[in-house]
């Protein structure tokens, strides 16, 4: 019998019978052929399946190597994870295609780092470390140079909580407060989860807390700098989705290309995210469907003037010296809201000038609400070559502390698109700084802002520090650029904007087709996202669409789900 050779998955050579069917004996050679190639695959099932059973190996580790929970099979302790020797492509070795199940509550020495992995997963098969039923990572500090586990220089590496596991610090805070361990008494920060120089690692469906609880204006042990929730500086293709954090200085310090920001609950900080770039520039940042809020727990000191240790960001891009700069940021449909703090609060969305020279800034449908304080800009995009803000609602906040709605300018900003945004509720609704450039008729158009000057802020609108209440001076009589922007816009009460606590839109509200159709900008990409408004309703493909960041009739969404079976401290 004769044999032709394929290839076959995994470039394995699979030999399959040549069988010459001739008119004479075609009926049985066929049914022959048939039986024959259905054995064989079968066989080659049986096969694929039995080596996909070798890859896929699972090791368990509890706190001291004993069984519990689900982690009853030869369990390992801390020890065996962290020894090098235990990592690499043998069937004992974590390796490719691994799942190291984590059991039960570990409890690591103050500033020592819990687990740390010692080897890489592959394209396609991750090493997954998977907390089981609640499992808890925790220590009384994980110090600055410790952590609960450390991921450095390793790739392809996904940390699944599934929804209920933990790290956290047990006594890590402001002296003497409410600690999960009992009264703080350590203040020297730390990261829960370190990732430098990392790709392709997956951080998901986890809680970190408190790794430093401060609960006191006067407590300046700790800067923000010194403790994180996640630290991965730099990360290629990192991935953090759908986790909770709260209590810590910057809840996510990274930077690198393709960056997926999805999803996460963050509160209780001084940043929510923060990258700041030197010599290197990188590109793609995806940051969406995010709940970032309550920021007051980091105040600095009452009375600290320009010497404040800390100022609030929920997004904070910036530039440290050096030419580096971020391109292709998307921010969108995030929730911004709570309080911001009393003393030194920046921006929800703070992108500083010249983070993102040379760049591309995508901002839209985010939702910006404050309490009664109030930020120098509460979405303030002060840097890019190419600036596009559409769709976007911005509300609350107060009109007698000097903050800015919507805020936008400095040296290297240019704006493309600036539209279908609905600006209210600060001393200021609309700015442009000194220093901008506005790129073609009519890039700033079709926005509503709320006129908030029966209700005591200062100004609606502010042109390179030129100041207006006045719609008609604003547009027609040359602060915004001898009657080329803004010429569809319009300026409503706030009484009257229809905006509900949460920014859907009510019936009869102005921004109800009040904006222009941007369809065309949908080509391709994370851009698409525009074409449908936050709750994921598509908006029309032709006609008007409506200013803001929910359209009309779009069903009053839900916040982005923290995973479940968490409990909070309180705090």
């Known amino acids: 019998m004769k044999y032709q050779s394929l290839e076959g998955a995994g470039s394995q050579r699979i030999e399959i019978p040549e069988i010459n069917v001739t008119k004479s004996n075609g009926r049985r050679r066929a049914r022959h052929f048939l039986l024959e190639a259905a054995g064989f ?90 907390f089981e039923g609640g499992a808890i990572l925790q220590a009384p500090s994980f110090g600055r140079g410790a952590a609960g586990i450390r991921l450095d220089g390793h790739s392809f590496i996904t940390v699944d909580g599934q929804n209920a596991g933990i790290i956290q610090a047990t006594l890590s805070g402001t002296a003497g407060a409410a600690c999960l361990g009992g009264p703080c008494s350590w203040n020297d920060g730390g990261t829960g989860l370190s990732a430098a120089n990392t790709s392709n690692v997956t951080i998901q469906n986890l809680m970190i807390r408190d790794i430093y609880l ?126 911001p703090g009393n003393t030194g609060p920046q921006g929800w969305v703070y992108l500083e000038t010249t983070c993102c ?123 915004i650029g001898a009657s080329i922007h803004d010429m569809n816009s319009k300026l409503v009460p706030i009484s009257s904007l229809g905006l509900t606590s949460d920014g859907h839109l009510s019936a009869g509200s102005p921004a109800i087709a009040a904006g222009t159709n941007l369809s065309s900008l949908c080509t391709g990409g994370a851009i698409n996202a525009l074409c449908s408004d936050k709750a994921g309703n598509p908006r029309p493909k032709t006609g008007a669409w409506d200013a803001g960041a929910y359209s009309s009739g779009s069903a009053v969404a839900q916040l982005p789900a923290p995973p479940s079976g968490l409990t909070g401290t309180g705090h």
């Open 41 to 130: 695959v079968g066989l080659m099932v049986c096969l694929l399946l039995s080596v996909s059973a070798v890859s896929a190996k699972d090791f368990y580790v509890t706190p001291d190597g004993n069984p519990q929970g689900v982690c009853t099979s030869s369990p390992h302790t801390p020890a065996w994870f962290n020894d090098s020797a235990n990592w690499g492509s043998g069937t004992t070795q974590i390796g490719p295609g691994t799942t190291v199940h984590l059991c039960g509550t570990f409890t690591f020495a103050a500033e020592a780092t819990g687990l740390t992995a010692q080897g890489n997963g592959a394209s396609g098969s991750p090493i997954i470390i998977l």
């Open 214 to 339: 401060r609960t006191s204006i006067n407590d300046t042990a700790v800067d923000q700098w010194s403790n994180f929730s996640i630290g991965a500086n730099p990360a290629t293709n990192l991935t953090i989705n759908h986790n909770v954090f709260h209590d810590a200085g910057d809840h996510l310090a990274t930077q690198g290309n393709n960056m997926v920001i999805s999803n996460n609950e963050m509160y209780n900080m001084d940043h929510g995210f923060s990258s700041g770039l030197a010599g290197t520039s990188y590109s793609g940042a995806y940051i969406f469907g995010n709940h970032i809020h309550d920021m007051a727990a980091w105040d600095s000191p009452a009375g600290c003037g320009g010497n404040c240790p800390y100022h609030h960001d929920g997004l904070h891009f910036f530039q440290n010296p050096g030419p580096g700069f971020w391109d292709n940021v998307f921010i969108y449909n995030n929730s911004f809201d709570g309080s």
């Open 357 to 479: 020279t040379s760049g591309h800034v995508y901002v839209f449908n985010n939702t910006f609400t404050s309490g009664p304080q109030s930020f120098p800009g509460e979405m303030g995009v002060y840097s890019g070559a190419s600036i596009l803000v559409a769709n976007n609602t911005v509300w609350g906040g107060s009109f007698a502390n000097g903050g800015v709605a919507c805020d936008i300018g400095h040296g290297d900003a240019s704006i493309a698109v600036w539209k279908n945004t609905i600006c209210s509720g600060q001393s200021v609704s609309f700015n442009v700084q000194p220093s901008s450039s506005i790129g073609g008729i009519g890039a700033i158009d079709f926005n509503i802002v709320g006129d908030g000057s029966s209700s005591g802020n200062q100004q609606n609108y502010s042109y390179q520090g030129n100041n207006t209440q006045s719609l008609l001076i604003w547009r027609t009589i040359g602060l």
